[in-house]
């Protein structure tokens, strides 16, 4: 009797444990599908799209060519997921900047030469430029949210402030990230890629504190 007793206990607990390995495994599955994801997000951003391959970029993260496709259709697939990645980090890390903190440390020598952990739009614009359309979708939507994160709340007052203010910050976006694409199109000891991002810093915060004291100053309750 106590011996059908204990073999009934036995039978009970494997299938508990079955299921509980399986939970593990999809967790994991997921943390290598996201280690992938980082990983090919900072080669993309040092190398472009076609710089590196499949191969490569799993060897790089630490798996064999043959687990990519337990995880992703195609190379497309992944390059749009970590392009996607890339920008939603570079927005993450904008927000709570003002306009003038973010031109300081974004039009400067360390990011220039940080290519990996820089921006994806300063990094890849050109690329994407020649990708199809879920990619270039996917940038534009990294995008806007850059757009939004650097649009001070006070900004959306009004229609007619609204739409200033994101002139604004589109322009201010734009220059930077042009001074870092022709700084890096230069060699990393040429003059002339610090003079660019010397230059380019300059006239961004320039032109911002002008358009600030373009406002009108705010009234007092008593006015």
């Known amino acids: 009797m106590s011996i059908d007793i204990y073999v009934c206990l036995t039978v009970e607990r494997r299938p508990k444990k079955g299921r509980l390995d399986m939970r593990v495994t999809k967790a994991q599955a997921e943390r290598n599908r996201a280690h992938i994801v980082a990983t090919a997000s900072r080669l993309f951003r040092e190398r472009g ?67 990996g952990d820089g921006c994806t739009i300063a990094a890849l614009s050109g690329d994407a430029a020649r990708q199809p359309e879920d990619i270039k979708t996917e940038f534009a939507a990294g995008i806007e949210s850059l757009l939004t994160a650097l649009q001070a709340p006070s900004d959306a007052a009004g229609d007619a402030d609204q739409g200033a203010a994101r002139t604004k910050v589109i322009d201010m976006l734009a220059h930077s990230v042009g001074a870092i694409m022709l700084s890096r ?9 610090d003079e660019i991002l010397d230059v380019c810093r300059k006239e961004i915060l320039a032109s911002l504190a002008h358009g600030d004291s373009d406002q ?8």
Do not use: I, N, W
């Open 185 to 193: 199109a230069c060699p990393d000891g040429s003059p002339l890629a």
């Open 49 to 115: 799209y076609d710089g590196v391959g499949v191969a490569e970029l799993m060897a790089e993260a630490g798996f064999t060519h043959g687990g990519f496709y337990k995880h992703f259709r195609s190379k497309a697939d992944l390059m749009a997921e970590a392009s996607a990645s890339g920008l939603s980090q570079t927005a993450a890390r904008t927000e709570g900047l003002d306009a003038a903190e973010f031109v300081e440390r974004y039009v400067s020598r360390e990011h220039r030469d940080g290519r």
């Open 216 to 223: 009108p100053a705010a009234r007092s309750p008593e006015a």
